[in-house]
């Protein structure tokens, strides 16, 4: 089985894997679409967290190999951790691996029709949000600058988020130094 990340799960996937590569998947961008009430806000302040959002181009992203005798409990992990408000929905998508084969994974889209969509903020709305959230996993720059530095270190550098680091560092949104944790899983 695979799982597709392009988030959180790139830096900590929480789950065991036999393999991981980089991957990308066609019809969807990676997006500050999603309002976080759980995770990385609250329902009085929330925060914002990437989602999938079907559009024009593709997302890159990491592809993780899950042993099939692991499948079912690492899915059951996954579940709990991304669906906790329905705002996610579980799909299998076709995504092209780095070494050329295309697979079907398992990933994580925003439900358009959930009140927790919001698509179309502002660089500037999403960095004001970011920068002032925190949520039961921490603060919301947190996972802002784990995604842009461990994109980076891939080689898949995403300008989007790269201008939204910058910017929520200059509205005081480090809320830790981001070399400090960068590789702590």
């Not at 019809?27 to 024009?56: K, N």
């Not at 993780?64 to 799909?91: G, M, V």
């Not at 996972?143 to 530095?149: E, G, K, V």
Request: proline share 3%.
């Amino acid at each position: 089985m695979w799982v597709f990340g392009y988030g959180s799960l790139i830096w900590e996937p929480g789950f065991a894997f036999a393999s991981r590569q980089i991957a990308r998947l066609e019809g969807y961008q990676r997006s500050f679409c999603m309002r976080s009430i759980h995770h990385r806000g609250t329902v009085a302040r929330p925060g914002l967290v990437l989602a999938l959002d079907e559009g024009q181009g593709g997302c890159e992203g990491v592809a993780f190999e899950i042993p099939l005798r692991i499948a079912e409990e690492s899915l059951e992990y996954l579940r709990a951790r991304e669906l906790i408000s329905a705002a996610y929905l579980e799909a299998r998508t076709h995504i092209s691996l780095q070494d050329g084969q295309r697979v079907e994974a398992v990933t994580y889209v925003i439900d358009r029709a959930h009140e927790q969509y919001c698509a179309g903020l502002s660089l500037e709305e999403q960095a004001q949000i970011i920068a002032g959230a925190v949520g039961g996993r921490g603060p919301n720059s947190e996972y802002l600058f784990n995604t842009a530095a461990h994109l980076a270190e891939l080689g898949l550098r995403d300008k989007q988020l790269d201008w939204l680091a910058a910017r929520v560092r200059a509205l005081g949104g480090a809320c830790f130094a981001p070399d400090d944790r960068v590789h702590q899983k």
